[in-house]
């Protein structure tokens, strides 16, 4: 079994910068790909960035692109989300998903097997 913790949401103004953590723990042994998802009140789960196994491979949506920046430090079982450039529209509960190694990297949250709790991102003058 495989536990996600989630850090580093609060409140920020437009324009400005925050820095997720997604700290795992637990059955670490195996390769994970890591996804970060948000879901805003009344909107759908969407994925925002993903990262493969070894970190080569990062995947974002457009809506962040250029904006945000996903990475890893597999020696500290942490995936990080450098978000820049926020705007109203990101505020959300933001989710870290995990799934073992498959040979390909998943986009999609039913694609997942574990799950953080989330962290409320806000963004408002």
């Known amino acids: 079994q495989l536990h996600l913790v989630e850090s580093g949401g609060g409140l920020v103004q437009p324009g400005g910068s925050l820095r997720l953590s997604c700290v795992a723990s637990?059955?670490?042994?195996?390769?994970?790909?890591i996804g970060w998802f948000r879901q805003a009140p009344g909107k759908e789960r969407e994925g925002v960035s993903f990262?493969?196994?070894?970190?080569?491979?990062?995947k974002y949506a457009d809506s962040v692109k250029g904006r945000f920046t996903i990475s890893r430090d597999s020696a500290k079982s942490t995936v990080y989300l450098q978000m820049n450039s926020l705007q109203p529209e990101d505020t959300a509960v933001y989710y870290c998903?995990?799934?073992?190694?498959?040979?390909?990297?998943?986009?999609?949250?039913?694609?997942?097997?574990?799950w953080g709790r989330g962290t409320q991102i806000t963004v408002s003058r």
């Open positions: 637990g059955f670490t042994r195996r390769s994970y790909s």
């Open positions: 990262i493969s196994t070894t970190g080569g491979l990062t």
């Open positions: 998903a995990a799934v073992p190694f498959r040979g390909y990297l998943p986009l999609t949250s039913t694609e997942y097997d574990y």
